[in-house]
């Protein structure tokens, strides 16, 4: 029997026909949908007359226009309005389970699959935004898919696609003081480039990986698509499973037992090849902080942005336009800039345990009076779950605001905008030009690297914090 890899194992189990030079059909196991690339599906299956297949497959949240505040009120914005209202009757006519606002499973939807135990090892996962790799945390194959795509799934729980070449990237060794998830993901994109991983799907491998907890799995998985590739998954182990265990919809008692001894063997062969493999070291992995226009453009923190001949000729143009935009000098730190908003939280650090490495850093120190800080949680167990443990408390003593799960500032499809031309410390993933709101600029950083910019109001390396 031929050797495979993690991929190809749950991959090749879920084909259900080939198409001859052409893509594979892929049975999937998780569909979940939100309400921004939901409706014109919905409306696709109306006008073909048909309805959805496997109702009981498929899970739905608002969370990426949805307000952060007031979420007991009517939604004023009258788009975001609409879009919720129609989720909310789609679920309603094809007997899809949804949680809406103020439910209390509510919240951004690559947060609520895992912390419900919806998502489990060995599954295909899909969902209308790119950042359904997130799942990929738990040894699944979990990708976004376009609109047409979600009308696919809903209708045949099947959906065409080309099967990716493997790519492996290992991390070996121990992590530093004031690094983080985030920090390595940043830092093996800055290495790859954002074209880096296009046509593979990546297995994270490495003690460094291994050491991470469920949470910070998601937040490398999450960023995969960053980096070009489909979609990235670690191997499945107690970690995971001790996470899964007991969770809304995980398997109960003895199924749970079953389920463990078959997700044991989710795992690549010791012989099985990658199409292509990179290895870095983990104490070479400082805090990071992007300086440009794409999440590839990044730096270890007390580095210098890189200076123009540093880059290769053909890609200087898009350089200079990105520093331009960015109001950066190439060859300059950006150490100790001043900064006018933070946001904290998005599908990459909105957990609970992005809010503990926060929270923990702020405590007895006071925010910065010249910094606007947005601190989202990713749902509404996030949210309850950071009062029960004071974390909300101790955020308010320092000067800080706690609002409502939902995306937020990631990509300001609220009214959680970033003026144009301020400058936005950012732990969500993208930091694309326009991506908080017109013409603002965001870095991206972990949540241990906010919290120091929160406190001074400028860009601050954490690890001068920590070591006092």
Request: charged content about 25%; proline content about 5%; glycine content about 10%.
């Amino acid at each position: 029997m031929k050797s495979k890899t993690l991929f190809d194992r749950i991959w090749d189990s879920h084909v259900v026909s080939t198409i001859e030079n052409g893509p594979e059909i892929l049975y999937i196991d998780r569909h979940l949908i939100h309400e921004v690339t939901s409706p014109q599906a919905f409306h696709g299956l109306k006008s073909r007359k048909t309805g959805v297949l496997r109702p009981e497959r498929t899970v739905a949240t608002p969370d990426h226009n949805v307000p952060t505040a007031d979420q007991h009120l009517p939604i004023s914005d009258e788009l975001s309005r609409y879009q919720v209202a129609k989720l909310e009757k789609n679920c309603k006519e094809h007997n899809i389970t949804m949680y809406g606002l103020n439910h209390p499973f509510h919240g951004i939807v690559h947060v609520i699959g895992p912390e419900l135990g919806l998502t489990q090892p060995g599954m295909t996962i899909v969902c209308g935004d790119s950042h359904t790799s997130t799942h990929g945390a738990f040894g699944s194959v979990a990708f976004g898919i376009g609109t047409s795509e979600v009308e696919m799934v809903l209708a045949t729980q099947c959906v065409m696609q080309p099967k990716p070449k493997t790519m492996r990237i290992t991390v070996d060794g121990e992590i530093g003081a004031g690094v983080t998830a985030k920090d390595i993901i940043l830092y093996i994109i800055s290495q790859l480039t954002t074209s880096g991983g296009t046509g593979y799907f990546v297995e994270y491998a490495g003690s460094a990986i291994r050491n991470l907890s469920m949470e910070a799995r998601m937040t490398i998985c999450n960023m995969s698509i960053e980096m070009g590739a489909r979609g990235g998954l670690i191997a499945p182990d107690e970690i995971t499973f001790e996470y899964i265990m007991g969770r809304e919809y995980a398997p109960k008692g003895e199924d749970f037992k079953n389920a463990v001894e078959k997700w044991k063997k989710l795992r690549t062969d010791d012989d099985a090849e990658f199409d292509k493999e990179y290895t870095f070291k983990a104490e070479n992995i400082e805090p990071m902080i992007t300086f440009g226009t794409n999440p590839g453009m990044g730096m270890s923190i007390d580095s210098e942005v890189p200076a123009l001949e540093m880059i290769e000729p053909e890609n200087r143009d898009s350089f200079l336009k990105s520093q331009k935009y960015m109001g950066i000098e190439p060859g300059t730190s950006l150490l100790g800039k001043k900064i006018d908003y933070v946001f904290v939280g998005s599908c990459t650090n909105g957990r609970i345990e992005d809010l503990r490495m926060f929270t923990a850093f702020v405590k007895g120190k006071v925010k910065s009076a010249d910094v606007t800080v947005w601190i989202v949680p990713g749902s509404k167990q996030v949210e309850n779950q950071a009062r029960e443990e004071g974390l909300i408390d101790i955020l308010t003593e320092s000067g800080f605001q706690f609002r409502q799960p939902g995306c937020s500032a990631c990509l300001a499809m609220n009214d959680d905008k970033v003026p144009e031309g301020k400058y936005s410390v950012s732990t969500s993933n993208r930091n694309f030009e326009g991506r908080q709101g017109p013409g603002a600029r965001t870095m991206l950083v972990s949540p241990v690297t906010a919290a120091a910019a929160a406190i001074t109001g400028k860009i601050s390396d954490p690890r001068d914090f920590l070591a006092k």
